[in-house]
């Protein structure tokens, strides 16, 4: 859900700060994988395309946005609009024909709990979640260390900004 609330849809805090007031993106997808037998290994991502000139101050303004969230600032009506959406989402999954839908619904329900989880606890967890969850969610966010991917070359604002938010230069891994 901090994702979501971070880069989502149109409603998203980074989307409307780098897409609608500051022009800086066209798009922003993040998503994020959990793995439930250990934490270190679940990851965030963020991903989109920018100018050059454009990815130091986004790479500010997505810590910018995530430190905020982390400590305590966080939007009750986006959470909202967050826990609509997931949902939404869910009915629609469930109202599905096609096996496929089943075939992953069940598979994540029974990586993360064990479990087939029902429709209705799906909403019991989403109401569930609340800005100090959605805070916590963001300070571990902090802590993890950025991978960069793509063909970037060296630009010393972007490496300066790295070290400046994060403590350290990026891991750059080369473009396919």
């Known amino acids: 859900m901090a994702m979501r609330m971070l880069a989502g849809e149109f409603y998203s805090v980074l989307m409307k700060r780098l897409r609608t007031r500051e022009g800086r993106v066209y798009f922003l997808h993040a998503s ?4 439930p037998s ?4 679940s990851t965030a991502s963020l991903v989109t395309e920018v100018q050059d000139d454009n990815l130091a101050p986004v790479l500010r303004a997505y810590h910018a946005e995530i430190s905020k969230m982390a ?3 966080v939007d009750p009506n986006l959470l909202q609009n967050v826990r609509n959406e997931l949902i939404v989402n869910r009915a629609r999954e469930k ?4 096996p496929s839908k089943y075939a992953h619904q069940y598979g994540r329900s029974l990586l993360h709990s064990g479990r087939v989880v ?3 606890e799906t909403y019991e967890q989403a109401d569930a979640v609340d800005e100090a969850d959605v805070a916590r969610v963001c300070a571990t966010m902090l802590r993890t260390p950025l991978v960069c ?4 070359v060296a630009q010393p604002d972007v490496d ?3 070290k400046e938010c994060y403590g350290a230069g990026p891991v750059t891994l080369p473009a396919a």
């Not at 991917?149 to 970037?152: A, C, I, L, S």
Request: proline share 0%.
């Open 38 to 41: 250990n934490s270190e290994l």
């Open 71 to 73: 400590a305590g600032d």
């Open 118 to 120: 029902t429709t209705r």
């Open 149 to 152: 991917y793509g063909g970037r």
């Open 32 to 35: 994020v994988d959990t793995d």
């Open 160 to 162: 300066a900004t790295l």
């Open 95 to 98: 109202d599905s024909t096609l």
